[in-house]
């Protein structure tokens, strides 16, 4: 572990340099910790891919003494695991067409079909690390490196919500309506920021999440379900 200051209000706490399932575990089981026993004076903390970052009241609390409780709470999750049995999460995806414009380009740089690069994206389980960028954004890993594809030279201002992007080796599931620059290989009927819902993201660090292949008439249904 080591830490940084963040101003005169904040610390990182970084478990590694590599993203990975061991730094996941360990940045998850600070943040339980610091769910069931905050810091005097902390704010808010923020969990990322391979750090966390605690947010204090410098007039309650000082740095040197936020490292040391700090270092308290990392002793006593050392040999702590976490509870095994995460959720698995099912996001349907209409893949291609209107839906997905550039999975032909995707699979084009790979010198793979279309369809390969379907069952390539729907064949493996993805972790959610984190949930960021936008509302309910999840940051996945697992994704194989056969399908993945460079940023867009040129982002696009408007991406439909729930549209389903590679970028570099990594994919993910835009939640609302956002600029971007992923490549758009296809979109899921499901909502994935819910903001009239408590929690109101779908999904949430630590999730396991498959992506199931639909046609467009099953997602013209669904989507008709949800209305």
Known sequence: MRYFPLGDGAIVVEFDTVIGPASHEQVRLLSLYLDDHPLPGMIEYVPAFTTVTVFYDPLVLRYEEAKAKLDRAAAQ???????????????PVCYGGEFGPDLEEVAAHNRLTAGEVVRIHSSVEYLVYMIGFAPGFPYLGGMPERIAAPRRSSPRLAIPAGSVGVGGTQTGVYPIVTPGGWQLIGRTPVALFRPDMTPPALLRAGDTIRFVPISEEEYESWEGDQR
């Open 77 to 91: 999750t050392a040999d702590m695991r976490l509870d095994k049995k995460a959720r698995t999460v099912e996001i």
